[in-house]
């Protein structure tokens, strides 16, 4: 498994986890975003991501090594999902393996809000409302009507 997907099926987050285990690694650490079904009192139908694949994977790799070298990692890898996903499944994983705990936690925290703020990756909602971009800040792809 690459350390670093886009994907336009389900994730295996525990396949991902095995994958960054380290006998060097006392700490190994599993995030998962799924989908809800209520964001306050906006309803989810479900979501859809589009993404700029090539520069959102180059960038998910270079957070991939910053990550390792700035928290000391065993390993880490990041999968995040395309296309549909549906309530309760998982749009994100990552994983991450250190010799501790606190570097382990920091750093898959440190992953996720990076990720948010820096890889090109759309998010629209579906919902009785119609479908809406959601992250960021309101704004899809390039080129789309995103109002």
């Not at 606190?102 to 759309?122: D, G, H, M, S, T």
């Amino acid at each position: 498994m690459a350390a670093v997907q886009l994907v336009h099926e389900p994730i295996d987050a525990a396949a991902l986890l095995t994958t960054v285990g380290s006998p060097d690694a006392g700490a190994n650490v599993l995030f998962t975003g799924t989908t809800r079904r209520r964001t306050g009192v906006v309803t989810t139908d479900w979501l859809d991501y589009e993404a700029y694949e090539l520069l959102a994977r180059t960038e998910l790799e270079r957070l991939r090594d910053e990550a390792i070298s700035r928290f000391g990692l065993a390993d880490c890898g990041i999968i995040h999902r395309l296309g549909r996903v549906a309530v309760g499944e998982t749009s994100v994983a990552v994983a991450v393996s250190a010799a501790h705990r606190r570097e382990a936690f920091a750093a898959a925290e440190w992953l996720l809000e990076q990720l948010k703020r820096q890889v090109p990756i759309w998010k629209r909602e579906a919902g009785p409302a119609g479908m809406v971009w959601v992250h960021p800040k309101s704004a899809g792809p390039p080129g789309t009507d995103a109002s």
